[in-house]
């Protein structure tokens, strides 16, 4: 699997006297590691892309069908 970094910023952004990180939560560093292996997947997968159009077309055909 290939390798992704993300670009963290580690300049904290106040928010209400709350620091960054306590406002997203403790394990913010660990989402961004399950998020760098989601992305890395999604790049390494073998599978044909889907283009956005047919994707959100068959969205529009099941929510039709939904009752009111």
Do not use: F, K
């Not at 699997?1 to 928010?15: A, D, F, G, K």
């Not at 961004?32 to 892309?49: K, Q, V």
């Amino acid at each position: 699997m290939r390798s992704v970094s993300l670009n963290q910023s580690r300049t904290p952004v106040r928010t209400g006297g709350v620091d960054d990180a306590n406002a997203r939560g403790a394990d913010a560093g660990g989402h961004a590691d399950w998020l760098a292996r989601e992305i890395a997947a999604s790049i390494d997968d073998p599978r044909p892309n889907i283009p956005h159009d047919a994707v959100l077309a068959d969205l529009e055909a099941d929510l039709a069908t939904l009752p009111d």
